[in-house]
C-alpha cells in the first residue's frame, strides 16, 4: 500500500469516527438548546444507535460519491419511525416527532459536512 493510499484510507476512517461518534455530541447538544427540558425516558428508543448508523451511511455515502444516500436513509428512517410517532399523540402535535425532526436535521446536516470535508481533504491529498 501506498504512502498516499494509506493517507486515504486514513482520512476517510477519522471522517466517518467523527461524522458517527462526535456527531452524537453535536446532536445532543442542539437538542438541549431547543429543548432544555428533562428528556422522556423510553420516548423513541435506539435514538442513539440509529443515529450514528445514519450519519455513518450519509457521510460514507457523499464520500464514494453517491450524495442520493441521503434520501435512502431520510425514506428508511421515517418510514421506520412513522409509526412511532403517530401513535404517541395521533390527535395534536408531537414534542416526539419536533425532536425527531430537529434531531435529524441535525444529524444529517452534520454528517453531509463532514462527508464534503471528507471529499475536500482526499482531493488535496491525492
Known sequence: ??????????????????????GRVIVGATLRRVEPGPVIP???RGGTWIGMLERFAITGGVLAGYPETVAVVLAV????????LREAH????SPAAERFIIGTLASYIWAALLGVVGVLVLGAVS
Open 1 to 22: 500500500m501506498s504512502s498516499t493510499t494509506g493517507l486515504q484510507a486514513g482520512v476517510v476512517l477519522a471522517v466517518l469516527l467523527l461524522s458517527a461518534l462526535l
Open 42 to 44: 423510553g420516548v423513541l
Open 77 to 84: 428512517k421515517g418510514l421506520g419511525r412513522y409509526p412511532e
Open 90 to 93: 395521533p390527535d395534536k402535535r
